[in-house]
């Protein structure tokens, strides 16, 4: 924020382009803080149900918790024991809903022929490399 801010004023359309950067930032900054309060604030269980998951006061309190319990047993040594392995869902940012429907739609949509080709141009490197890290994942 500070190395954008710090840039001064720009012209346009890099004024533009500043001010919804530091814009959608400074959003950023302020959900994440209002999230970290009702963490801080929050007495209840370690976990949240399904039912809770679009619901941002417990958007970092981790999805359902539970528990596995595995018998283990070798019988030429007439041992045998109990494993619990506690597994929590997934941390999303489900709360945030978003109008986009995920990074790869969205590439794909990108990938499909443009109307303004020029433009289509000066996105193909960016996709290519978007493109790239998700198939490295």
């Known amino acids: 924020v500070h ?3 710090g ?3 720009l012209r346009e359309p890099w004024h533009s382009c500043q001010m919804s950067w530091l814009d959608n930032h400074l959003n950023l900054i302020n959900t994440y803080s ?3 309060e009702n963490l801080d604030n929050y007495r209840g269980p370690n976990f949240k149900r399904s039912s809770l998951s679009a619901d941002p006061t417990y958007e ?3 999805t359902n918790l539970h528990l596995q319990r595995m018998w283990v ?3 030429s040594m007439r041992k045998s024991g109990l494993y619990d392995i506690h597994t ?7 709360a ?3 109008e986009s429907q995920g990074l790869i739609k969205m590439l794909k949509q990108l990938k499909s022929p443009q109307n303004n080709s020029s433009a289509w141009c000066s996105f193909s490197d960016k996709l290519q490399m978007a493109e790239d890290s998700l198939t490295a994942v």
């Open 3 to 5: 190395e954008i801010a």
């Open 96 to 98: 945030q809903t978003t």
């Open 73 to 75: 047993e070798n019988e």
């Open 34 to 36: 209002i999230a970290l």
């Open 7 to 9: 840039l001064g004023e």
């Open 60 to 62: 970092f309190v981790p």
């Open 88 to 94: 929590v869902g997934a941390f999303t940012a489900f």
